[in-house]
């Protein structure tokens, strides 16, 4: 794999020099070869000067900066760094993906309802109750709380991975309060001002729908006579790392972004301050942790929630989306137990499959997984942004004991998966391509009538060359993504246009610059 | 929220962050004028115009302080920290701009992004080519926030709340700077006066140029129709006030925050002009005091919001 990949020994193009790397290749098949999504993409590219594409890069880390695209990253605002390179995926895979989503998010529903329900499954047999008690993330305090349309998972973010062998899988679940949205939204955005050319001839899926979604999903959600459903997002502030999102979120939905300090509950029910007095809440699409909502119930010493939420919640006054308590089902133990969850609730068979994990309950897999620790991948159950995560073959000596400390004295904190070499996309560094590993966030809306993909979803860069985890808070990017259409070609421009100005009467122009009246006034002086 | 009603937190960031937008275009304004009066006047006193910047301002100087341009520049100007100065002005509407996104149209929100994110070049560049660069920039964007606020966002209760904050903070300054002229007459000649609002083209078409001065101060105060003059700031932060509560009210004005504007508007419009010279004194200290009175009576009927809860546990 070490040949350059070269056409026809032309001028050199921007492909020359990039060599695969030991992974699934997105773009390429073979050297010279892109895979069939791609051949487009790659025609339109090839003849590109490397300097016009850092250019172009540049203007987009420059357009990201003024419209305060930007993500906190240890106290400061941060552009998010957005590759040019778009990643494409066809009609048919995506089906494969959108379908495995949904279905995916059905027995995550229905879990939550199990756990903060009857527990059928507990009794069954499928998984120990105990696995429920002892997650840091189950939250006792709203057992028996039915939500007003069943929903518990109104925004999911499913982590996909492909392995070596170009298979999608599910890396992690995320039903708490998936973030990133708003990267898809503004990435299509920013590429459609910046690299028209690049969408010429192509088909594409648009993600513009999300916001309308998520709206449709949180009204629907709302507690039964509520008429006109007053929604609202709650964010923690100006400070959090995702509070650029919140406010695109609030503002292309058209609802209000309230902090903790704008609300206040009443008689169990909740209500803003506004100035036209107190105004009552229906629907918070919440952005805060649980551990943060109320302080009544959770951290005392939050001021970042209202006390009340979770009474005003169990009063059925008030609907929190997404649902108090869904961290139990992002447990990454329970992770391992979903391909069994899927055939109890559903009676399918899982459509993607996880990666490989491995649970440490058993003396002989605990054992087995302190031995491979240096081969395998070690995860804390209930981390989030890829904290504590420990990769193995790439852990230091020192790393590995204190790892099998730490797993000895909490298993239950603990599992082990294979390691896979994510699949990898070229990304511009510098004036070059090189390869680097992404992943894929699908983000899924659930209305309590069906559960809606948003078309492509969030494609996370490890933008360090080699890195496998690709975070933002550990420095990673993103990069726009492509579903195509089956259609896969859009109707030629001109003929657009031509329909368009048959629609339109001529603009009107000011009389001065009608050469008819000016010939007509200058006439008596001749 | 239909437009209206807001949330209090929000409806005060908006008329902070309109008073702010509209203080470093006034700042500027008004800082160019000086300058380059300073500039190009052999023989001026630049010290004490230097004091008299820092006076209207209300930015206090300790006594025997050297004052020059570069101090001007320095702390009226370039200093981020300062809501006095014009780039902690433009600082402070940008991060109340910024808690306010969803509210306000993302045009306007670019525009202070983008303004917050370039002052530091421009500042690279006045030191090249000399402070009107820097002025004239944070001129132009206010202008362009202001005229993108009236022409991308509806105007509802949000919008009349930024207005109120542009309109209070126009008559402050406009007061501020004649009250300057008043205690030293000599340090600023009435042309400057005019630049310095940017009313000296206006005044010249209205009253021509060989016109007293008392016309320049009735000109400021009381023009209905010049959009600076505090007549003008006055009604439109009263019609804004009207809008944001209409009460059907047969007797009287039930609106606390409504009154000091109100009768301020009132006792400028019906001053006889002959006396204005006369009264200017007394008409400029009740207008200084009336504009915080307007901005207290502001916040106590519309921003009272929680306060945070802190919780104590027992024993």
Known sequence: MEQPLSTLGVVADIFDGYRLAEAWDEMFAAPGKPRAAYDALVSVLQPMDPAELRYRADQLARVFTDRGVTYDYAGEERAMPTDLIPRVIDAAEWDLVSQGVRQRVRVLEAFLADVYGPGRAFDDGVLPWSLVVTSGKFRREVAGITPPNNVRVHVA?????????????????????????????????????????????????????????????????????????????????????????????????????????????????????????????????????????????????????????????????????????????????????????????????????????????????????????????????????????????????????????????????????????????????????????????????????????????????????????????????????????????????????????????AAATAPELDPLIITRQAGPDQ | MNGNELLSRIAETIYWTGRYVERADDTARLIDVYIHRMLGEAGTDSGAACRALFGILGVPVAPGTELDIDVVLFRLVFEPQSPSAIAGSMLGARAGARGIREVISSEMWECLNVTAHSLAGQKRAAERLGPHVYLRYVRERSALFFGLADSTMSHDDAWRFLVLGRSLERADMTARLLLARMSAPDDLGWPVLLRACGAHESFIRTHGWAAEASRVAEFLLLDRLFPRSVVHALATAEECLAALSPGPVRAGLDDPARRPVGRLRNLLEYADPKQLTAQLPELLSTLQETCVDASEAIARRYFQYQTPVAWERDG
């Open chain 1, 157 to 505: 973010g499913i982590d996909l991975i492909r392995d070596e062998q170009g298979k999608f899988r599910v890396l992690e679940d995320n039903v708490r309060v998936p973030s990133g949205v708003s990267y898809v939204l503004e990435n299509r955005l920013a590429m459609t001002r910046l690299f028209p050319a690049l969408f010429s001839d192509q088909k594409i899926h648009q993600v513009d729908e999300y916001p309308a979604r998520l709206l449709a999903a949180l009204r629907a959600a709302a507690p039964p006579g509520a008429a006109d459903p007053f929604v609202v997002v709650l964010t923690p502030g100006m400070h959090n790392a995702a509070y650029f999102e919140h406010t695109l979120l609030a503002r292309l939905m058209g609802v209000e972004l309230v902090e903790g300090r704008d609300l206040f509950c009443w008689r169990n029910r909740v209500y803003v301050h506004t100035t036209h007095g107190r105004r009552p809440v229906d629907v918070i699409y919440r952005r805060v942790d649980d551990d943060w909502l109320d302080p009544l119930h959770f951290r005392p010493e939050s001021l970042l929630g209202c006390p009340g939420l979770v009474n005003a919640a169990r009063r059925g006054t008030v609907t929190i989306a997404n649902g108090i308590g869904n961290g139990v089902a992002d447990d990454k133990l329970i992770y391992t137990y979903m391909p069994d969850l899927t055939r109890y609730y559903l009676g399918e068979e899982p459509v993607l499959d996880n990666v490989e994990s491995y649970r440490l309950d058993d003396p002989d897999v605990l054992g087995w997984v302190l031995g491979e620790a240096g081969n395998l991948v070690l995860k804390p159950v209930d981390g989030a942004g890829g904290a504590g995560i420990v990769i193995g073959p790439r852990a230091t000596g020192e790393e590995l004991a204190a790892l099998r400390a730490e797993v000895r004295a909490n298993p239950r904190g603990w599992m082990a998966q294979r390691p896979v070499a994510l699949s990898t996309s070229p990304v511009l560094v510098g004036q070059k391509l090189a390869p680097r590993h992404i992943d894929l966030r699908p983000f899924a809306v659930n209305d309590g009538a069906d559960v809606w993909v948003l078309p492509g979803g969030l494609t996370r860069v490890a933008l360090n060359e080699g890195e496998l985890k690709v975070n933002s808070s550990l420095g990673g990017g993103s990069k726009d993504t492509w579903v195509l259409d089956r259609g896969r070609t859009a109707e030629p421009l001109e003929t657009a246009k031509d329909k368009l100005a048959m629609a339109m009467p």
